[in-house]
T-cell receptor, first 113, second 112 residues
Framework: ETGVTQSPTHLIKTRGQQVTLRCSSQ?????VSWYQQALGQGPQFIFQ???????GRGNFPPRFSGLQFPNYSSELNVNALELDDSALYLC????????????FGPGTRLTVT | KQEVTQIPAALSVPEGENLVLNCSFT??????LQWFRQDPGKGLTSLLL?????REQTSGRLNASLDKSSGRSTLYIAASQPGDSATYLC???????????FGPGTRLSVLP
């Protein structure tokens, strides 16, 4: 059973650019959630995807968008990058949307200059 | 709006001590609570998941308790080791929410 993987590990972008982060969910998991973790803080919920549909969204602007594919892997896209978007981006997968444990990937460290 | 706090923010103890980390949440209508460990710059490792109907969960040297009515959970670590040094985060999921709300974490240092 493979765990949750994310790519790339690190990324440096310039303000105004666009970025795509990728997540492969754990085998057998159909739900992926994305979180943003600023330095020294707890993760903040961005959105969740369940069976290729967005299933809930946190307090993030529309320039944060996502996709989930038939194999349940997922992408997080961020347009018009701002300096405050610099953070660790975590994805988590689970067997359903609600009751089961979430398993987190290692994260993608995004730096916006 | 659910808010989660963790006390203390940082803790330094000598090896071998038993210790307690605290997590408080403002809305007691939770579905479950999960404790995580995070090493510097890394992802989160799940430690224990407590459903709202449960009072505690144990795994090895770790024991987590949940008191929903008072909005509190504690993580007890027995016989601490230097390898336990990390940031410990608690997260709660509400009855009608898909996401976890995280606390800011407790940074633990166990000194040899």
């Amino acid at each position: 059973e493979t765990g949750v993987t994310q790519s790339p590990t690190h990324l440096i972008k310039t303000r105004g650019q666009q970025v795509t982060l990728r997540c492969s969910s754990q085998s057998g998991h159909n739900t992926v959630s994305w979180y943003q973790q600023a330095l020294g803080q707890g993760p903040q919920f961005i959105f969740q995807y369940y069976r290729e549909e967005e299933n809930g969204r946190g307090n993030f602007p529309p320039r944060f968008s996502g996709l989930q594919f038939p194999n349940y892997s997922s992408e997080l896209n961020v347009n018009a990058l701002e300096l405050d978007d610099s953070a660790l981006y975590l994805c988590a997968s689970s067997s359903d949307t609600f009751s089961y444990e979430q398993y987190f990937g290692p994260g993608t460290r995004l730096t916006v200059t | 709006k659910q808010e989660v706090t963790q006390i203390p923010a940082a803790l330094s103890v000598p090896e071998g001590e038993n210790l307690v980390l605290n997590c408080s949440f403002t809305d007691s209508a939770i579905y479950n609570l999960q404790w995580f460990r995070q090493d510097p710059g890394k992802g989160l490792t799940s430690l224990l998941l407590i459903q709202s109907s449960q009072r505690e969960q144990t795994s090895g040297r770790l024991n987590a308790s949940l008191d929903k009515s008072s909005g509190r959970s504690t993580l007890y670590i027995a016989a601490s080791q230097p390898g336990d040094s990390a940031t410990y985060l608690c997260a709660v999921r509400g009855n009608y929410g898909q996401n976890f709300v995280f606390g800011p974490g407790t940074r633990l240092s166990v000194l040899p």
